[in-house]
Structure formats: structure tokens, C-alpha cells
């Protein structure tokens, strides 16, 4: 017996490819006998012998998935034409499929409008806290991101230039104005902690969050050291702390030297934040230092002139208009922000993780120990264009945080959807982890688009306009691998704040100046190709086994490293030496790695990661030649060059950062 073809059909629908199968296609010669589950294909051979094929079709993952053996030792004559002949057939019969999201109509609830296209959706939605709430955000999301990527070149416009607004001065003039209340509150208690006046704007109740988040210590010690937050704290925060984390892709349709062993991670992402009181106490600090919270506020449009912003939002409670002026905006809207997509002319994001889940408790604990967490997981193949990939992280007591996504080029034609993901969330829950659905208490939906972009380099993207700044996924410098908005943003506050507390003390606040004050790191831009790897492009029929087999020869190899190894890969710290010794030992491994690279990124893609080594090893060599003197050597000269050239002295202070920050070493 020889497995001769694997693919994946993209329906869920099985039914309708196994009638399809024995009853509709028309197969050029032989003789077909319905099996359970499939047919058999007998032809008698020129030679008199009988030879046999086996077509059968299974479900995982809600997608249908098909092999054919050659079910005797004859080879079928005409067995390539069959071959090739079947899956173009099955190809026209069962195409790519990228559904709309269905109207709600005026007298619909948001359960009555999903609940034909997404039943179990809307089952376990009705049985979340707040879920009406929450699946009617999801809903906004998707239809939001569909927008943007739609027609990209004309993205809405919401920043306007005018040289005579502001003529009357306003009675209240804020030093920072942010748009968006997540993110966007931990830096905005950061800037109100060092004297500036803030004012943030949240579209949703300020405190409620629809992710969690998850951080080790020594990177969450970061805030700490700066000030931001205390030791005791940090402590309230903490819902779980696992003892290890587990990353494993599926490997049963890998060959034997692309299966992997399971990759240790004890230190990445293992403690499990409250967002609740992580926001609360955020909120706590904004007043204590003065800033203002303006929550159920919709950012419209600003305004830009010389002497500065006027922001225009609107109150989704009374409906009134609401204008703040302020000297600086920061964007922190994340994949919603129509200020990113406007500055990039709508392709502020060319890849994406459409991310759903929930924070639950009832799996039994002989199923999963709480003490445990899977950092990256798959228990399948592509499914529907799409490699899916699971994490799950403890949470308070017996709960669970579990999230569902796959990494996603933005095509304007399949954008990614949410509601997709959550059927599919719901139904598959039970094949990753042996769980009752109707015995689980859900707690919280936590949903979202986390972004990525391909960054030549740090101009690649534009982050800034004339006082205007994007922070976070709204920035999105890089393609994330288990990090995301927060986890940069925690990595990168000290030297984003303090620049931009530079720039503020100097009114340097045209786009030029505040371009310098970015979280780009070119060891990071460096493993887009990592990420493009993970993601299938739109329409391309891939071998199902295709991207797991190209993470288990990465993680398979990181397996066998030492943990520091893993550990630096994993959270974006990389140096140029390990780099280059991990990709050979890849591509040594596994030499069919760049050609399936090839054929997923193609060559435009493959010329434009050349380009970001080429940004990585310049900057890999000016941190040795001048990372561990020159920034120390700069600081020292502040005292005179600051007051006499400010501007000068904001871009040293930027390049002295990026001297350690690119290549992984996140130090002054």
C-alpha cells in the first residue's frame, strides 16, 4: 500500500463531498465501488493484472480532507492522469469559499441575524457574561477590517491640515491626546507619571478588555525599573504563573525527519496578567496625575496646524460632538486605526492574525494540568487556506485562557474573519483538548486583529505625521510570532518614553522628529520569513502538511538547542550569529525549506527579506563595533548638547537605543 495523494477539500461540509465522490464524479475509466467512506477504483492492467485504488475522505478541524492509496502492489495504468485529472475536479467542485459577514437588519438582534451562518457561535455567546456586548464587538471588527482592507487605495480620510484652526485658544490645551484606552493607558499613565497633561479617548468602557495578556518577569521588570508600576503591584496583577509552556505542531503527515520533539518554554509568557486590574490600577495612576478618561468616545477626525491638534470624537451614550486640543496624538486604535491606515495609503498592515477565544473553566484536570501552558499548538493540518494554531495559558484558579488564530496575508478579497474563527473555535474546542462544551463555564470572549507589517526598515512604514504618533499594533513595525502589541510595547517603553519625553520638552512634533520615536528592530523584521512561512496564500492549494512541516523543522531544531537559545528566539531577541547558525542548520535539515518558502513568499517578497538581512547585519555590526561605548559616551555628553540642539540630540538619543534594541539587546 502507497500513499499517492493527500490534499485538503475547504468545506466543512463532508457530506456533500462524499455524495459528491460516489454519486457525481464522473472518474475517465475503471470501475468504482462505493466504500464507507469513499470508493475503490479497480482497472485491469494492459498486462491482465488488477490494480486497485483507495479514495476516502475524513473531517477535522471543520474542513474534509482526502487521501488515495494505491491499494495493490500493480501499478494502475494511467494512474498520473487519474490522479491529476481527480484533483481538478474536486478543485472546481469544492473552491475556496470566503464568505460576508450576514446584515443585521434594524430589528434583529445580533443572535437572530448570526444564528443560521454561525449556530454555535451564537449558542456559547448567549452563555458568555456580557456576550450580546461582545459578539456584537466582534461583528464590528470584522466589518471595520473589512472596510480598511478592501479598498485600500481609498482608505477614509480622518486626518485634515488646517492652517487656521485654533485662531481662538482654547480654555484646556493637553501635551498628549490618545486614541485608544488598552494599550494606550499603560503609556499614557507612563507620560502623565513625568508631568504631561493627558487626556485619553476610548470607543468602549474604559477598563474593559477583549484579550488577555500574558508576559514573563523579566520582561514585565521593565515598567518596574522605569517607574511605571510597583513591585506589589505587579504581584496583584498575576492570575497564574505556569511552570512550562509546550510548543508541538502536528506531525503525523510529516515525513520522519520533520517530526519534532516538544520545545520547552518555561519562561515565555507565563504569567498571566489581569487586564482588569492591570487597567484599573492604570486608571487609578491617569487621575492621580491628572489626565482625563473620555470612555464611549468615538474618535471622528483631527485636525492639524502649526500650533496643534484638534481632536473631534463623538459620546456613543448622548450622541454630543466632543473636541479636545491638544499639542500631540497618539495613535493606539491598533488594527480599527484609520490614522495608520490613511498615513500608509491603506496598506498600513500586509499580514494579520485573526485571533478568537476564551477565558473558561470546567476541563477536567486529568485532561489538562493547570500548572502547564501551550505557548504554540497545532492538532491539524491547513485547514480551508488556513494553518490553525492554538495557545492556552492558565488563568485565575481553575481557569483557562484559550485562543484560536492563523497568520494571514491581507488580501481584499479573504481579509480574515473573526466569526469564521469562532465557529470553528466552538466546534473544534473538543479535538484540542477532550472537553464536555456543555460543561464549561465561559467567562469572557477575548477577540481581535493582531498585525503585522514587512519593515524594510525603520522608514519602510510610516508612523508618524505631523503631531501624530502610533504606538503598538496601530504602529505594527514587524510581523509578531507569539508577541503582540503588549509585549513590544513592554519591551520598548523605556526608550519610547523617554524619547518621547524629549521631544515634548522641546516641541519637536513635526513628522520627521517623531519618526525617531518608533519600536523597530531589525532582528525582528529580520524573521518575517518566519512568518510568511505560517500563512497559506490566498487561493494557492498547498500540500495540507506543508506548514507544519516547516515548523517542526524550527522548532525541532530550537528543541534541540539549549533553553537560552529558544528562549532569546522566541521573545524577539535573536542575534545576528544565532540567526545565521539556526537558518543553516535549518535549511540543512530540511533543503526543501527555501524552495516551499519560495513558492509561498515568491520572489518579490524573497528580494524585499534581502533587503531587511541586509539592514539586520549592518546593524548587527554596528552594535559590535560601537554598542557597548558609544551609547554611555553620548549620555555623557546631554548636559551641553541637548539644550543647544535639541533636534540633533533626539536623533543621537534614538540611534543610541537602536544600536542595542535591533539586535535583541533591550539595554541603555
Known amino acids: 500500500m502507497q500513499q499517492l495523494l493527500y490534499i485538503e477539500i475547504p468545506t466543512p461540509q463532508v457530506a456533500a463531498v462524499k455524495i459528491w465522490l460516489q454519486s457525481e464524479y464522473q472518474f475517465p475509466f475503471g470501475k468504482k465501488s462505493v466504500a464507507k467512506h469513499g470508493f475503490i477504483l479497480d482497472r485491469q492492467n494492459r498486462s491482465g493484472a488488477i490494480a486497485q485504488l483507495s479514495v476516502f475522505i475524513w473531517t477535522l478541524q471543520r474542513t474534509t480532507y482526502l487521501k488515495i492509496f494505491r491499494w495493490s502492489d500493480e501499478v494502475m495504468d494511467g494512474e498520473k492522469d487519474f490522479l491529476e485529472h481527480f484533483t481538478k475536479a474536486v478543485r472546481q467542485a469544492f473552491p475556496y ?37 461582545d459578539l456584537n464587538r466582534v461583528y464590528w471588527w470584522e466589518k471595520r477590517w473589512r472596510e480598511s482592507v478592501k479598498n485600500p487605495a481609498t482608505s477614509k480620510q480622518v486626518i485634515f491640515e488646517d492652517s487656521q484652526a485654533n485662531s481662538v485658544k482654547p480654555d484646556v490645551i493637553y501635551d498628549i491626546v490618545y486614541l485608544g484606552g488598552a494599550l494606550g493607558a499603560i503609556h499614557a499613565a507612563m507620560m502623565a507619571k513625568l508631568g504631561y497633561r493627558v487626556c485619553l479617548v476610548e470607543r468602549i468602557p474604559f477598563g474593559r478588555m477583549n484579550r488577555e495578556w500574558n508576559i514573563s518577569r523579566a520582561e514585565f521588570q521593565n515598567l518596574i525599573d522605569f517607574g511605571l508600576f510597583t513591585k506589589e503591584e505587579f504581584e496583584a496583577m498575576i492570575t497564574a504563573e505556569y511552570v512550562d509552556g509546550f510548543n508541538k505542531f502536528f506531525d503525523s503527515n510529516n515525513p520522519p525527519h520533520l517530526k519534532a520533539k516538544v520545545l520547552h518554554t ?86 494579520v492574525c485573526p485571533t478568537v477565544g476564551a477565558v473558561l473553566e470546567g476541563i477536567d484536570k486529568h485532561v489538562w494540568d493547570s ?52 465557529e ?26 493582531i498585525t503585522g507589517h514587512y519593515s524594510l526598515n525603520e522608514d519602510s512604514k510610516k508612523c508618524a505625521f505631523d503631531r501624530i504618533l502610533a504606538i503598538g499594533d496601530a504602529a505594527s513595525l514587524q510581523s509578531p510570532l507569539v508577541f503582540t502589541g503588549f509585549g513590544s510595547l513592554v519591551r520598548n517603553l523605556p526608550r519610547l518614553a523617554t524619547l518621547l519625553d524629549t521631544a515634548l520638552k522641546h516641541d519637536l512634533l513635526r513628522a520627521d522628529d517623531l519618526s525617531q520615536i518608533n519600536a523597530y528592530q531589525s532582528n525582528i523584521a529580520v524573521t ?20 507544519n512541516s516547516m515548523l517542526n523543522t524550527f522548532f525541532g531544531l530550537l528543541a534541540d538547542e539549549p533553553q537560552p537559545v529558544s528562549d532569546r528566539f522566541i521573545k524577539d531577541r535573536l542575534n545576528w550569529l544565532m540567526f545565521n547558525r539556526l537558518a543553516l542548520i535549518a535549511a540543512f535539515k530540511n533543503p526543501k525549506l527555501i524552495l516551499w518558502i ?42 551641553w548638547l541637548e539644550p543647544t540642539n535639541p533636534r540633533l540630540w533626539l536623533r543621537l538619543l534614538s540611534w543610541s537605543y537602536a544600536l542595542n534594541y535591533s539586535v535583541g539587546k533591550p539595554v541603555d
Not at 107 to 124: M, R
Not at 291 to 305: G, S
Open 528 to 547: 518575517w520569513l518566519f512568518s510568511k512561512g505560517m500563512m497559506v496564500p490566498t487561493g494557492m492549494h498547498l500540500p495540507p502538511e506543508r506548514v
Open 266 to 351: 518555561p519562561t515565555v509568557l507565563n504569567i498571566a496578567i489581569d487586564t482588569n486590574r492591570l487597567l484599573e490600577i492604570c486608571s487609578k495612576k491617569l487621575h492621580q496625575y491628572g489626565a482625563v478618561i473620555c470612555d464611549r468616545t468615538e474618535f471622528q477626525k483631527v485636525v492639524i496646524n502649526d500650533s496643534g491638534a484638534t481632536i473631534f470624537a463623538k459620546n456613543l451614550e448622548t450622541d454630543a460632538e466632543v473636541i479636545l486640543n491638544s499639542r500631540l496624538v497618539i495613535d493606539a486604535m491598533g488594527s480599527a486605526s484609520a490614522i495608520a491606515q490613511q498615513l500608509n495609503a491603506g496598506q498600513a498592515f500586509d499580514s
Open 424 to 449: 470553528d473555535f466552538f466546534t473544534i474546542l473538543p479535538e484540542y483538548r477532550r472537553c464536555d462544551m456543555e460543561k464549561l463555564t465561559w467567562k469572557k470572549a477575548t477577540f481581535g486583529y
Open 598 to 639: 519560495l513558492e509561498m513568499a515568491g520572489t518579490k517578497d524573497l528580494l524585499k527579506w534581502l533587503s531587511s538581512y541586509g539592514a539586520f547585519t549592518r546593524s548587527s555590526l554596528a552594535n559590535a563595533l560601537l554598542g557597548g561605548w558609544l551609547p554611555q559616551l553620548m549620555r555623557s555628553c546631554q548636559t
Open 371 to 422: 500548572q502547564y501552558g501551550d505557548v504554540l499548538f497545532s492538532h491539524g493540518d491547513i485547514s480551508r487556506g488556513r494553518q490553525l494554531i492554538w495557545e492556552l495559558f492558565p488563568a485565575e484558579k481553575d481557569e483557562l485562557t484559550i485562543y484560536l488564530f492563523h497568520y494571514h496575508q491581507v488580501h481584499p478579497e479573504n481579509a480574515g474573519s473573526l466569526l469564521e474563527m469562532y
Open 97 to 133: 469559499e470566503f464568505k460576508q459577514p450576514p446584515a443585521i437588519a434594524s430589528n434583529q438582534s445580533i443572535f437572530e441575524a448570526l444564528a443560521e451562518e454561525y449556530p454555535l457561535t451564537v449558542k456559547f455567546f448567549q452563555r458568555i457574561p456580557n456576550g450580546e456586548y
